[in-house]
């Protein structure tokens, strides 16, 4: 086995890994992992649910994954349409939140995501996956 040298966030070049791992929330056991030579965690949304629905015979009801998943959102939907995904979006944390502006940009699984995430009940889903 060899490493891939990743750019971490300091821009430091480094031999390295990306470890994923998907959880059950509720048992807290992992129920599907994988390392990666990629940088990111950009494309690792889908192959992870793959693994997931592939362990556990089923797929997941829903699963949360920050903003580094974010761009993988729209074809994870499509591809998995009966996962409720929480997945953070960066406008989330900001003070004033243009939705009307957002809507016009974003798609609408996109803006979907968001307005779930800006509730009550998707900001206290997501914040479960925090702790």
Same mark, same amino acid.
């Given at each position: 086995?060899?490493?891939?040298?990743?750019?971490?966030?300091?821009?430091?070049?480094?031999?390295?890994?990306?470890?994923?791992?998907?959880?059950?929330?509720?048992?807290?056991?992992?129920?599907?992992? =994988?390392?990666?030579?990629?940088?990111?965690?950009?494309?690792?949304?889908?192959?992870?649910?793959?693994?997931?629905?592939?362990?556990?015979?089923?797929?997941?009801?829903?699963?949360?994954?920050?903003?580094?998943?974010?761009?993988?959102?729209?074809?994870?939907?499509?591809?998995?349409?009966?996962? =409720?995904?929480?997945?953070? =979006?960066?406008?989330?944390?900001? =003070?004033?939140?243009?939705?009307?502006?957002?809507?016009?940009?974003?798609?609408?699984?996109?803006?979907?995501?968001?307005?779930?995430?800006?509730?009550?009940?998707?900001?206290?889903?997501?914040?479960?996956?925090?702790?």
């Amino acid at each position: 086995m060899h490493t891939q040298n990743l750019r971490e966030r300091n821009g430091v070049i480094r031999p390295n890994y990306n470890s994923q791992i998907s959880v059950d929330e509720k048992k807290q056991f992992i129920v599907a992992n =994988d390392v990666t030579m990629e940088c990111t965690d950009v494309y690792q949304l889908i192959p992870m649910l793959e693994k997931t629905k592939e362990n556990i015979k089923e797929n997941p009801k829903s699963a949360k994954a920050d903003n580094g998943y974010f761009p993988q959102l729209e074809l994870a939907k499509k591809t998995f349409p009966k996962v =409720d995904l929480y997945v953070d =979006d960066k406008n989330r944390r900001k =003070d004033k939140i243009n939705m009307k502006e957002i809507k016009e940009k974003y798609s609408k699984i996109k803006y979907e995501n968001l307005k779930k995430l800006l509730k009550k009940k998707g900001e206290k889903e997501y914040k479960n996956y925090l702790t």
